[in-house]
């Protein structure tokens, strides 16, 4: 039986829990959540961030690959918070280049990473949420976790700044939301506008039924291919703190 895997992508408080969520009981797939509270890392890295940051990307590096390997072995559609490929080209790049992961730990980093990607099947689909710093900033002070208060505004406009770069070379079929102006949980409509755009980015009829147009809307940018597609037309395109 056919299986879809879908990932939600997206900076520090761009909302992408909230979403995975919320795709998980609409369509009925399995959510797949980062684990960022049992990362038995996360304290000691804030308060050295040279010392762990190796450690802590190797932790979240591993449990990725577990969840993509349940997820072809079970074959059946998941929602998954956060891609294998933000973790090393975002993140631990990121902190490889603050000087916070050192040569050595990166090179092996990202040869793990390397082969871990070769190995395991790429997503059908990535959702990126994509938020401004002051987005991003309201919703980590409304989520309230104490080790996110002090991320500064510089860091979340540097790793804005790699996921551009990431999305801009993505192979993957992509779905750009423009999540400054969505609002999934306010019961406006915004949740099924979604919905009709991620029932176009798929051909299977047996998973969605027959999809239709979806209707104009600027926030949502499908890519597919090479093409980027806004609002049900053709467009011409170009085809760690956590």
Same mark, same amino acid.
């Given at each position: 039986?056919?299986?879809?895997?879908?990932?939600?992508?997206?900076?520090?408080?761009?909302?992408?829990?909230?979403?995975?969520?919320?795709?998980?009981?609409?369509?009925?797939?399995?959510? $797949? $959540? /980062?684990?960022?509270?049992?990362?038995?890392?996360?304290?000691?890295?804030? #308060?050295?961030?040279?010392?762990? &940051?190796?450690?802590?990307?190797?932790?979240?590096?591993?449990? %990725?690959?577990?969840?993509?390997?349940?997820?072809?072995?079970?074959?059946?559609?998941? @929602?998954?918070?956060?891609?294998?490929? /933000?973790? &090393?080209?975002?993140?631990?790049?990121?902190?490889?280049?603050?000087?916070?992961?050192?040569?050595?730990?990166? /090179?092996?980093?990202?040869?793990?990473?390397?082969?871990? %990607?070769?190995?395991?099947?790429?997503?059908?689909?990535?959702? $990126?949420? %994509?938020?401004?710093?002051?987005?991003?900033?309201? *919703?980590?002070?409304?989520?309230?976790? +104490?080790?996110?208060? +002090?991320?500064?505004?510089?860091?979340?406009?540097?790793? *804005?700044?790699? $996921?551009?770069?990431?999305?801009?070379? =993505?192979?993957?079929?992509?779905?750009?939301?423009?999540?400054?102006?969505?609002?999934?949980? #306010?019961?406006?409509?915004?949740?099924?506008?979604?919905?009709?755009?991620? +029932?176009?980015?798929?051909?299977?009829? =047996?998973?969605?039924?027959?999809? @239709?147009?979806?209707?104009?809307? +600027?926030?949502?940018?499908?890519?597919?291919?090479?093409?980027?597609?806004? &609002?049900?037309?053709?467009?011409?395109?170009?085809?760690?703190?956590?």
């Amino acid at each position: 039986m056919a299986f879809v895997h879908v990932v939600i992508a997206g900076n520090i408080g761009a909302g992408k829990t909230t979403l995975t969520g919320l795709m998980a009981r609409h369509y009925g797939w399995r959510p $797949y $959540y /980062e684990r960022v509270d049992s990362n038995p890392f996360l304290e000691d890295f804030y #308060g050295d961030m040279a010392r762990w &940051a190796f450690a802590l990307q190797v932790f979240f590096l591993s449990h %990725r690959v577990e969840d993509l390997r349940i997820i072809a072995e079970r074959r059946e559609s998941a @929602v998954q918070d956060r891609s294998l490929s /933000e973790d &090393a080209l975002i993140f631990a790049r990121n902190l490889a280049e603050m000087g916070q992961m050192s040569g050595r730990e990166w /090179e092996s980093y990202r040869r793990l990473y390397e082969q871990a %990607r070769l190995l395991l099947r790429q997503p059908d689909l990535v959702i $990126y949420l %994509r938020r401004s710093v002051d987005g991003l900033r309201d *919703n980590i002070q409304k989520r309230g976790r +104490d080790y996110e208060a +002090d991320i500064p505004v510089d860091y979340l406009a540097r790793l *804005n700044g790699f $996921y551009e770069e990431w999305i801009a070379g =993505e192979a993957a079929p992509l779905l750009i939301v423009d999540a400054d102006r969505t609002d999934f949980l #306010g019961g406006n409509g915004d949740v099924e506008s979604l919905i009709r755009q991620i +029932d176009c980015a798929f051909d299977q009829g =047996e998973l969605f039924g027959d999809p @239709v147009g979806a209707p104009g809307d +600027d926030r949502f940018i499908l890519r597919r291919g090479g093409q980027a597609m806004a &609002a049900g037309k053709m467009l011409g395109g170009r085809g760690g703190l956590r």
